[in-house]
Nanobody, 115 residues
Framework: QVQLVESGGGLVQPGGSLGLSCAATGTIFSINAMGWYRQAPGKERELVATVSNSGSTNYADFVKGRFTISRDYAKNTVYLQMSRLEPEDTAVYFC?????????WGQGTQVTVSS
């Protein structure tokens, strides 16, 4: 079992920056990749960015150049640094960890971009 706890959400003005973090505990040796997804009201959950054990990253087109995903393997933590935020980025952001047998999700953290 893997447990994920996100932190760092909040309210930010358009054009601002915000950082999210997600700490993994439990059977962390089984994790192959970690990532961030988001879900806006009335919409489906969508990929934001992922990072594999090798450090390979993948980003959704709508965040390229604005968001950066990183991973601290010693702390078992994945980060999402968001800049040039837009109102359309408002959503609940979920941390995700993939193992060979299943996918784990955090509880989600709200990010609101508004003036």
């Amino acid at each position: 079992q893997v447990q994920l706890v996100e932190s760092g959400g909040g309210l930010v003005q358009p054009g601002g920056s915000l950082g999210l973090s997600c700490a993994a505990t439990g059977t962390i040796f089984s994790i192959n990749a970690m990532g961030w997804y988001r879900q806006a009201p009335g919409k489906e959950r969508e990929l934001v960015a992922t990072v594999s054990n090798s450090g390979s990253t993948n980003y959704a087109d709508f965040v390229k150049g604005r968001f950066t995903i990183s991973r601290d393997y010693a702390k078992n933590t994945v980060y999402l640094q968001m800049s040039r935020l837009e109102p359309e980025d408002t959503a609940v952001y979920f941390c995700n960890a993939e193992t060979f047998s299943r996918i784990y999700w955090g509880q989600g953290t709200q990010v609101t971009v508004s003036s």
